[in-house]
């Protein structure tokens, strides 16, 4: 390893509290008791344009957020001692299983490549405006607004929206603030035409022109919220509602596909309909626990360790937030804390071999992952971290689990907007199942 590199190890290091961009974002920021000890991931750097991958950036960048989780895991371990015993009554409710529906009318469907960006973050690219300005955006289940940066944001390597360049370009007198866990941005409201893809138009979108940023908002030009009404600036209307008219998309729903190929970097995201060569078997819906959730809320059954379950929630089950802008899982930290011993990795790999299978149970299904499935790995430095970071928010809200990209790349996730309902399937990761390009238009507003 290099002095740069051991300089920026040690210094992510000592300081935990500094470090900046989002685990686990706007799922806590509305909580005012909430207690977020998941801001652990990167010092404000500037990294390699998405378009150059490979560049000493992206290391330093995996570097930080591993070694910064690893002290995250060590505060756990001190505060939690010893392992708890956890217990519980609860049992589950099987429920049949649901097949899905392939779309196959490419009118008003979407196919939107996104890249992978150290396995933490997936960004894809929206235009705004006539003629469409670009903007790559994160895609985000855990929030509701659609934001990028605006004209003179003073935000080095970032693309800004230009409102004199569109002609469909509508301002408003309204500013609003969004307070993720890890940072906040001030916004500009306006309204203009978005396009998702070639073939999906919304004209008259709300969204954002961020002029203020402050703590770690990720590598994008903005955030994409796909989250519900509640969380909508004062008198707009977030993106999925808008998805919901009938000329917009062929069905109100969109699917996720993280992949997991550090080499390809292609990942997709489908409005309109499930994609089958993502996909193998069946699908499992989950309803969400209320048609009144600002979040995609759904009933977790249990956690499991190697098929054994931990007995961690009630019998009305846990409150689990299906997020995909969460790079990791989140618990409360006294779950989080009984069952790390078990399911953290050492620094240097060497007990994956013996770590168990982690398992999540919904709508009576167990969706497991193996200890390579649920570690995030430095290819560079061959060095290992679990994904988990601790989330504590009182009733009635709480407690809340954060379920995030991790398990999203094992599991395909099917986003349903007129019935309230997340589905899974397991992901197809073959080799050539990803048939779409990851290109991005670089013009003037490339940086």
């Known amino acids: 390893m290099s002095a740069k590199a051991g300089r920026l190890l040690a210094s992510a290091e000592s300081a935990l509290d500094d470090l900046d961009f989002l685990l686990t974002d706007d799922v806590a920021s509305d909580h005012k008791n ?13 990294h390699e344009e998405l378009s150059r991958p490979g560049q000493s950036g ?36 099987v429920l049949p299983q649901i097949h899905p529906v392939t779309l196959n009318n490419t009118l008003r469907e979407a196919d939107i490549s996104m890249l992978n960006y150290r396995q933490t973050q997936y960004i894809g690219e929206i235009s705004l405006g006539t003629p469409p300005q670009s903007f790559r955006v994160i895609f985000d289940t855990g929030s509701g607004n659609l934001w990028v940066y605006g004209e003179g944001s003073g935000v080095a390597d970032k693309r800004e929206f230009v ?12 500013e609003a603030s969004i307070s ?41 030009d903005g955030v994409f919220g796909l989250g519900w009404p509640k969380l909508a600036f004062e008198g707009t209307t977030v993106p999925i509602m808008n998805m919901l008219a009938k000329d917009v998309l062929t069905a109100p729903e969109f699917a996720f596909y993280f992949t997991r190929d550090e080499n390809t970097k292609l990942a997709e995201l489908s409005f309109g309909g499930v994609k089958p060569q993502h996909y193998t078997g069946d699908f499992t819906y989950v309803p969400m626990i209320s048609t009144h959730e600002p979040y995609w809320t759904v009933q977790m059954d249990d956690i499991y360790l190697d098929g054994k379950p931990l007995n961690v929630c009630p019998p009305t089950g846990c409150k689990a937030v ?30 994956l071999a013996t770590m168990p299978k982690l398992g999540f149970k919904f709508s009576g299904k167990l969706f497991e992952l193996t200890a390579d499935e649920y570690t995030l790995q430095h290819p560079e430095y061959h060095t290992c971290v679990s994904t988990f970071s601790a989330l504590d928010i009182e009733a009635p809200r709480g407690p809340l689990y954060v379920i995030g990209d991790v398990f999203i790349r094992k599991y395909y996730t099917l986003f349903d907007i007129a019935q309230h309902r997340v589905g899974f399937a397991v992901a197809n990761h073959a080799v050539g199942q990803t048939e779409a390009k990851a290109t991005f238009t670089h013009g003037a507003q490339s940086k």
């Open 163 to 174: 409102p004199k360049k569109s002609s469909t370009f509508e301002g408003t007198d309204s």
């Open 322 to 351: 299906i997020d995909t802008g969460s790079s990791f899982f989140s618990a409360p930290s006294q779950v989080l804390g009984s069952i790390m011993p078990h399911i953290r990795a050492q620094r240097d790999c060497s007990n």
């Open 34 to 46: 909430a207690r977020v000890i998941s801001s652990v991931t990167l010092r404000r750097n500037r």
């Open 58 to 93: 992206e290391s330093v960048f995996l570097t930080q957020l591993m070694d910064a989780v690893h002290a995250h895991h060590d505060q756990l371990s001190l505060k939690n001692g010893k392992v708890q015993a956890l217990q519980s009554d609860h049992k589950n409710k």
């Open 180 to 220: 993720y866990a890890g940072g906040q941005v001030d916004c500009k409201i306006s309204n203009d035409t978005l396009e998702l893809g070639t073939a999906v138009r919304i004209p008259k979108q709300f969204f954002g022109q961020t002029y203020s940023g402050s703590g770690g908002l990720g590598i994008g």
